[in-house]
Every structure is written in C-alpha cells, then in structure tokens.
C-alpha cells in the first residue's frame, strides 16, 4: 500500500469512448502528477498539479484532460483516443510542486488498452 | 535536451551474483537522483536517493549506489543479489530546471534461483 490508490487498474475502450481514470492519496501530500509508461521507453511526465492548480502540461494532446477538484483526487479525463495511447497510466505525488526535488510516491497504474 | 540513459535493457543473473546497473545523465547543473524499482505487479517504489553529502547511498534491501559527478553517472549495486530482487529498476534524475523528475527507460533484473 503506497497511500496513492488509482482507479481502475484495468480499462479496455474503443477510440470513441470517453473515460476517466482516478487517482486517490491519503498522504497529505500538495502535488500529483500524471504520468504515462509504455513499453522500452522512459516514463513520459504528463501533467503537474500543485495545490488544485494545473502548473505544467508537457505537450500532451486535448484529447486528455486533468482535473484537480482538490489536493487529494486527481482525474485523467479520457476521449476519442488513439491506440497509441495504451499505455500504463501512473499516478504519483509528493509534498513539494517540484517533483525532482523531492521523493514522489507512485499509485500502482492504470492498464490502459484502446481498441 | 535532458535525458537519462540506462545501458543494460535486461540483466539476467544467478542468486548470489553481483549486480551493477549503469545510469547516465546529460544535465550539467545540480541534480538530485534516485532509483525506482518496480516488482512484477506493484508500484514503483524509491530505493535511495542522492541530494548531496556522500555520494555512496545506502538505500534499502541492501542496495546502494555511487554518485560520480565527473562521469555524470549514479550506478545501482548489490553485493549479492537474491530472486526477490527480481524486478524493473528505474533511474530518475530531479533538480534540473523546471524541478521535473526525468527517468530512464528502466532496467529489468531477473534472478535464477
């Protein structure tokens, strides 16, 4: 148990559904991050939230979008995409916006497949 | 751009063997480095890390790791290795500009009993 719990750990969609993925920490930490894994290649940093407040967005496309309702929650909002995008879906978080400066505790992923 | 280069793509050892995996970074600034390591079905999870002071980290389940700034590399070691050590081991560079966490593209460890 990491204290950063994401949901579903599985999700098969088709390219014109619309999903989300959700991600829960339950230690007090003020930053959470996206970030996607895919196979033989670096986990790639999507987005930044630092106190509910979008701080970085890595050129990822529209057809994802983050939701930070408050500092514990953390949506990835899902629709028409691509089979390319399966992936594995990370969700971390850490006390401190910069996450290289800091340890940052790391949800066990969504499978993402697009079909 | 800054980037982070981990040589050996899989490493297959016995039980008891030795095990040194290679990490490189391109940044010519402060960093702060750390090593992930991800076992079959759970998170990743920080084995150590180095910010300054020693640059020989101890972290846990007896692994540590050696910062040499002139090389710009922060190799992981273990003395031993066992089969529960059987896992992705990642390397991440922090401090640079913008205070993003940059990985390398992992290194899996298999360990024959």
């Known amino acids: 148990e990491t204290g950063v719990t994401q949901t579903p750990r599985h999700l098969v969609m088709g390219m014109t559904n619309k999903k989300s993925l959700k991600c829960e920490q339950h230690?007090?930490?003020?930053?959470m991050y996206w970030y996607k894994q895919s196979a033989k290649k670096p986990l790639e940093l999507m987005f930044v939230y630092s106190l509910e407040e979008r701080v970085e967005n890595n050129s990822v496309p529209s057809r994802f979008s983050p939701e930070c309702p408050n500092s514990s929650h953390l949506f990835l909002h899902l629709h028409t995409l691509q089979p390319e995008d399966s992936a594995l879906y990370l969700c971390a978080s850490s006390q401190g916006r910069q996450v290289g400066n800091t340890e940052a505790f790391f949800g066990q992923g969504t499978r993402l497949t697009v079909v | 751009a800054q980037s982070v280069s981990q040589h050996n793509h899989h490493v297959i050892l016995s039980e008891a063997a030795s095990l040194e995996l290679g990490c490189n970074y391109s940044?010519?600034?402060?960093?702060?480095l750390f090593w992930y390591v991800q076992y079959p079905g759970q998170h990743l999870q920080l084995l150590l890390k180095?910010?300054?002071?020693?640059?020989l980290v101890k972290g846990i389940k007896g692994f540590e790791a050696e910062f040499i700034k002139s090389k710009f590399s922060f190799n992981l070691r273990k003395p031993s290795v066992q089969w529960s050590d059987t896992a992705e081991y990642f390397c991440a560079v922090g401090g640079n500009q913008g205070g993003k966490l940059i990985f390398g593209q992992g290194t899996e460890l298999s360990v024959k009993p």
């Open positions: 180095y910010f300054s002071g020693d640059p």
């Open positions: 230690l007090g930490h003020n930053a």
């Open positions: 940044y010519g600034g402060t960093v702060n």
